[in-house]
């Protein structure tokens, strides 16, 4: 396994002045710790099969699992596009981390579901989209979406249908913007009288994404 070339010509190793860092995930893709290695210590890794780090703190190097056993088995590894750090991947023999953990990472914060219209754009059409579902379920003389509900599926369909022809028919970009915006409110109240919410459009879009 040994390739001491990868140690010594491949890398950049002055960027962090002689040691570079290297992340290791096990073979599902899990990202299971980040260390440090150094010339000497990546070599003993490619002759070995087995991680070795470099310790910033005891400036030695060390066996991942010399004192746990719990070694990590070296399967495959990368240089990202600088050669200044190493993806690593590894069959890992019990936890990864010190304090007994699968992974040294723990999450802090998970960001939203896009369900949950976090993006501004998105927030927009969710409160919009509110905003139809009360004017179908509250009759106003004065309100024109309430005048939609009422007059029936022909007339909304109809609706959406002049505004995507007046979205094709634009001449500017203002003018474009503006009838996109018409088309997309008259979207939003074809879906509700059909009882589609912009939530399941939003998880169809997300399933197709690829």
């Known amino acids: 396994m040994s390739d001491y070339r990868i140690s010594e010509e491949a890398l950049d190793w002055k960027k962090f002045n002689g040691i570079i860092p290297v992340i290791i995930q096990n073979e599902e893709k899990e990202v299971l710790t980040l260390g440090w290695v150094d010339?000497?210590?990546?070599?003993?890794?490619?002759?070995?099969?087995?991680?070795?780090?470099?310790?910033?703190?005891?400036?030695?190097?060390?066996?991942?699992?010399?004192v746990s056993g719990n070694f990590q088995?070296?399967?495959?590894?990368?240089?990202?596009?600088?050669?200044?750090?190493?993806?690593?991947?590894?069959?890992?023999?019990?936890?990864?981390c010190h304090t007994g953990t699968k992974s040294c990472f723990k999450s802090l914060y998970t960001l939203p579901e896009v369900n949950s219209v976090p993006d501004y754009s998105l927030k927009v059409l969710k409160e919009l989209e509110e905003i139809i579902l009360e004017r179908k379920n509250t009759y106003s003389q004065d309100s024109y979406t309430c005048s939609l509900f009422k007059k029936g599926k022909e007339e909304i369909?109809?609706?959406?249908?002049?505004?995507?022809?007046?979205?094709?028919?634009?001449?500017?970009?203002?003018?474009?913007?503006?009838?996109?915006?018409?088309?997309?409110?008259?979207l939003l109240v074809l879906m509700r009288y059909e009882g589609i919410e912009l939530k399941?459009?939003?998880?169809?879009?997300?399933?197709?994404?690829k």
């Open 39 to 66: 010339p000497k210590a990546l070599t003993l890794s490619l002759e070995t099969g087995l991680m070795h780090y470099y310790s910033n703190r005891e400036k030695r190097i060390r066996l991942k699992g010399e």
């Open 73 to 96: 088995y070296i399967k495959n590894i990368a240089a990202d596009c600088d050669n200044d750090s190493l993806l690593i991947t590894v069959r890992q023999k019990g936890p990864a």
């Open 157 to 186: 369909y109809k609706k959406f249908g002049e505004e995507a022809v007046e979205v094709l028919v634009s001449s500017t970009k203002e003018r474009l913007e503006y009838e996109i915006a018409d088309m997309i409110y008259h």
């Open 200 to 209: 399941s459009i939003m998880a169809e879009l997300k399933r197709r994404r």
